[in-house]
């Protein structure tokens, strides 16, 4: 269960998470090391996807809530 507020997706993929997420929340962010997965992210209308690695992200925001889910 998600607390209210912004939401971080660690490792987000094409954002299939995100996309359900953001039927309940506009702020959604998320990031992956992908390129070629966040292109497909913002293929999909995800516009908070960015690339880059765990620790190489640096948010201008604190997050309320951060997943990281596995897809397989």
Known sequence: M???G?????????GVHMRHLLKSNENVHGFDISEFSIKLAKKFGIDNAYIASFW???PNEL???VICMNGS
Not at 6 to 14: E, M, P, Q
């Open 2 to 4: 998600l607390n209210d």
């Open 6 to 14: 912004s939401v971080l997706d660690i490792a987000c993929g094409t």
């Open 56 to 58: 190489d992200f640096c």
């Open 63 to 65: 997050f309320d809530n």
